[in-house]
């Protein structure tokens, strides 16, 4: 007569499902993550703690520690926002400035020209909406080639000219330092560059010395 107790016993040391496995690896990640309490035989039929679980006071820095990167993070991005940088970063060289004369300009020099590269990128100077975008100077005529004017919520204006690109549309919102376009050589240029102007007004013959505002931002060029 077979040994069924025998039986039993071999039948219940087949493998585990690979279902049975899955769950059981699941549980261990969980409780990895949540610090929860294991216990699990250790061979004797004693319970062992495989996982010690996390103390209040774990639980309480570690969420003091996130909430405190969340603020740090949102004051800087607010801090960001209230300040002025310069339409261009990294090396470049001022070239024409504000009131420069020439036969090449009306009534002299509108703004402040940066000497770059064609395609470098050219950043929003302050938060704000862009009110003309595109050809034809965004209005203000076929000398500007390509250009930008974005409007501030201190009701100044900047304009950004003679880009090789475009990559906002008026109505859309900026912020600081947001790439809105490449620099280029459109319109009435001599060389790739950036010109930039600080305006009173969205339209041309309204800009004030770039150099000079920037300076009353706290930004030197």
Known sequence: MPNTTTLRTVKNLRPRSRTGVAIAAGLCASVAVTGASVAAGDGD?????VFAPATA???????GTQADTQQAAAEKAEELEKTWTSPIEGDYTLSATYGNSGDRWASGHSGQDFAVDTGTPVHAAHSGTVVKAGGNGAGDGPAYGNAIVIKHDDDTFTQYAHLSEVDVKAGQKVSTNDEIGLSGNTGNSSGPHL????RTTADYGSAVDPVAFLAEQDLKL
């Open 45 to 49: 039929g004693e319970p062992t703690q």
């Open 57 to 63: 006071t774990q639980l309480a820095d570690a969420t």
């Open 195 to 198: 010109h930039f102007e600080i």
